[in-house]
């Protein structure tokens, strides 16, 4: 009675591992649950004689043979980045298997050319796994929440990024030294530059806006930016204004208008998300029915991701036939918004008579009115600081002030903007 | 292209209206996000002439027509109640229609019989709004973590009593106020005991339970408690110690035992369910993969119940000819086991002495210990209250010590028992 699924794994590295170590633990119960029997027929690895979880006569060396094993059902997509991933996953399709991946950087990038290969091959696939590890969104947008004309949802996507500011917030510790704790606990690369730069975050938004609104992004029209600037300063002032700061990746609609961020951002205390820390990740998404709803869990790692992927191989396994999963083959594109939200700004000062005095006009020339004020010198010309909280404004206008800010006096160094998420 | 479900109504009250309102409002995005179209064939109502969201000619008064009408293919019970409910489901079933319910007290006492005969039938029934409203827990847990082994969940199940707690806390009201806040506000019936005294909650764990676990449980098993019971000081009380008293539901399996309990409970304020406020609902799932998970949003009302209702209907639509879409057959029985926890008594006292060492004494004697006691008699004799948190200690030693208590010294009243729960 029970349906078996032959797996063809693509990569045995963490993800791929995770997987394996879970089939050998739960195939038994999600087999009595669903009526699915799991089996792994076959492993792609890249290095013969490395100690592996599976027997040797399961392991494949060649990408041709596993994407066209007629004794593989379904291909599990882990090995990550663009090529030779994509060629791979179309290459399996072709080959008549249902394809269940975790890489959002292809989804986000060639989304649409593997979608449309799916459906023309008749088969399915599953990227549960590609945002938010084993916190089921994909399955929420696109299912649970279906009934809703969703407006806008908000996200912390990227758990290296909420570790490291987590660190800074509740540790004190300067940027570097809370990058090099999540490198320690394996929560950051050595590289650590397509996590805390945003572009991680930006894959993901893209693969839920198109969920989502049927709109297919691309990373060019997303506001990126990284955490990069953040300073245990900023972390200390938003706190004693009543913020913390969060990794935000933030789609909004306005009628047909788009609004798509990735960025740190202060965040009330009382926010939803202000007390998502650590790794964890979370979405706060905003629908007509259900009002807000919080969808929060470890949204990486081996075991949490690679229980994202077998919800996928379950669903199609039961589904099968069925066509197309999820078929996100955007149709409506991008139009840019300019959204308007309250700002932190950081102006790194001289200490010099006059200084909060042409500041202060230049913001009030454009008409930007503040909440907060408050600088700091320190005693030392060269360690100035001016924080200051604006009411609701336009980034163009923001901008502007700036520019007369520039014109007006010299500063340190580049002033920090950050925008406040209510 | 699309797939019509053609949809009969039983009832058209709360829920049934919103059903009405969210496919009016959203039917064309939902056709175009999952390629299944909506139609509202007919609604069964009771009294004619009254207004109703449809015209005239698709209104029947008469239940045998809707549940066997050839012009309807699924039918969405939200009448509520046992009866006639549970036979109009089976007969529509029978007659070979799919049933989507929001019914948790139907399904908790007689869910082996519908599935049953959801599966002689090949039909479906789904029930995703019977829990926690618009949150697709029930999905999450059939779907999205399946492969996860769960050791437990805790859940605020029931809006109403969250939100007379939540009144009773942030307020300062005294309980019978709150409730009527609650009443005025629509979140309480006029008798509201079915919510405040803990049997809607205890459905609801019932219905996850059987999901979770393959657990088929009772109302009998479960160990129940309304919240009736809170007096202003508990609330008081609690917050100096740093907790907060949640209306909590909790499954928790330890080997093959499981603890299964709807009560008031004091949880720490950095619990993940301390912030959980007013009417919304939350889950805490803990699993083997992906951790621990949280699922947060509005758990009733007539657009949350609606939005889950449809994403039932779009997701028959979508497997139809699949079968039953989550079988909760449950095979395994319950054993009850003694759960352990840290406790907090108010015990009602008159002003005499030697009366807290009799207390203390008591305690003493069957082992337990303390780390919080206060004691107030507020200068009249009639009005004492002696309030302690314990260390994890058994149930059953802790109602010994009450005894001793009794035997010891006379108490103005019953004393008040909660579990905390860290």
């Known amino acids: 009675m ?15 591992s995770g997987l394996v170590e879970l089939v050998n633990r739960n195939a038994a119960a999600i087999e009595q649950k669903s009526g699915v029997r799991l089996e792994i027929a076959k492993a792609l690895v890249k290095t013969p004689g490395k100690p592996r979880p599976l027997p040797p006569e399961r392991l494949c060396y060649d990408p041709a043979e596993l994407v066209e094993d007629p004794e593989v059902d379904l291909v599990v997509e882990v090995i990550g980045g663009i090529e030779p991933a994509k060629s791979l996953m179309l290459r399996a399709l072709e ?4 394809v269940v991946t975790a890489n959002k950087a292809v989804l986000a990038r060639h ?3 593997i979608f449309t290969a799916a459906a023309r091959a ?8 590609s945002v938010c590890g084993g916190i089921p969104i994909v399955r929420a947008i696109s299912s649970g929440l279906i009934a809703n004309d969703i407006d806008e949802f908000v996200g912390i996507l990227n758990g ?29 690369e050595a590289d650590p530059s397509f996590d805390v730069g945003g572009l991680d975050a930006a894959h993901k938004l893209i693969v839920l806006t198109e969920l989502t609104f ?16 953040i300073e ?6 938003a706190d004693q204004f009543g913020f913390v700061i969060k990794p935000l990746a933030v789609a909004r609609r306005q009628g047909e208008l788009l609004d798509l961020r990735v ?5 009330p205390f009382e926010h939803p998300l202000g007390a998502v820390s650590d790794e964890f990740n979370a979405v706060l998404v905003k629908g007509d029915a259900i009002g807000e709803m919080i969808f929060l869990g470890k949204g990486a790692g081996s075991l949490p991701t690679a229980s994202a992927v077998l919800s996928d191989i379950v669903e199609i396994a039961r589904n099968s036939g069925n066509g197309v999963m999820w078929n996100p083959l955007a149709s409506r594109r991008l139009a840019h918004v300019e959204a308007t939200s309250r700002y932190y700004l950081r102006l790194p000062i001289y200490d010099r008579p006059g200084l909060i005095g042409k500041i202060g006009t230049a913001l009030g020339d454009e008409g930007i009115s503040v909440t907060h004020v408050q600088a700091r010198v320190a005693g030392r010309a060269d360690e100035g600081q001016m924080m200051i909280i604006t009411h609701p404004t336009a980034e163009s206008v923001v901008n502007r002030a700036l520019e007369r800010i520039h014109a007006a006096c010299a500063l340190r160094g580049a002033p920090v903007t950050l925008r406040i998420v209510d």
Not at 214 to 229: F, H, P, S
Not at 263 to 267: E, K, S, W
């Open 122 to 129: 008749g088969r399915q696939v599953g990227f549960e796994a």
């Open 160 to 188: 290296t990024s909420n570790y490291v500011l987590t660190r800074m917030y509740k540790d004190k510790l300067p940027y570097p030294e809370a990058v090099r704790l999540a490198q320690e606990k394996g929560l950051a």
């Open 263 to 267: 960025h740190p951002a202060l965040v």
């Open 95 to 98: 080959a008549g298997k249902d």
């Open 232 to 237: 245990p300063v900023d972390i200390e002032i």
């Open 214 to 229: 049927q709109v297919k992004a691309t990373v060019d029209e997303i506001e990126l930016e990284g955490i990069e600037q």
């Open 111 to 113: 989304g649409a050319e």
């Open 2 to 16: 029970a349906d078996t699924v032959r797996l063809g794994l693509m990569g045995l590295g963490t993800v791929g």
